[in-house]
């Protein structure tokens, strides 16, 4: 069995689940009339984050680990994960404003009341950037506590 396979398997579930949440962000309005509270709106996934992030670190427990996990064991299956999921999200945020909602971008920034500060921040380079960002910091925090509170040893 690869080393890694509960990791990529969490990964694409956690990214096909943010997948979805984009889809469900379209449908809501958020990629047109309401383009401004999107990034709001966004962080409503974070508890399906935090929760999905918690079963993949428990299964790597059950499976590999018999039941018997250190903290830095757990810790390092979510950094892998936090890896794996920061370039599976970052091809979401792609599909996402390429191709499901290709003019997001432009609407936000018509709506924007500062159409320069708008430019600078509504943008697919900077929508990138943040995801990376968000998914790398968020997921070192998530994965030290989670595996605080998983561990058995």
Not at 52 to 61: E, G, P, S, T, V
């Amino acid at each position: 069995m690869n080393k890694y396979a509960i990791e990529i398997k969490w990964a694409t579930i956690l990214s096909l689940a943010y997948l979805i949440w984009m889809i469900i962000e379209k449908q809501f309005g958020f990629h047109s009339e309401k383009a401004l509270q999107e990034p709001l709106f966004n962080l409503l996934f974070i508890p399906f984050l935090v929760v999905l992030f918690y079963f993949a670190i428990r299964n790597k427990k059950k499976t590999i680990f018999n039941n018997e996990m250190e903290w830095k064991q757990g810790f390092a299956s979510g950094i892998v994960l936090t890896l794996l999921l920061t370039v599976t999200t970052t091809v979401v945020v792609m599909l996402t404003f390429n191709i499901i909602s290709p003019d997001f971008f432009k609407t936000a920034i018509e709506q924007s009341d500062n159409k320069d500060l708008a430019q600078l921040n509504y943008n697919l380079p900077i929508f990138i950037k943040n995801n990376i960002f968000d998914k790398l910091s968020f997921g070192v925090v998530l994965a030290a506590i989670m595996s605080y509170f998983i561990k058995t040893k």
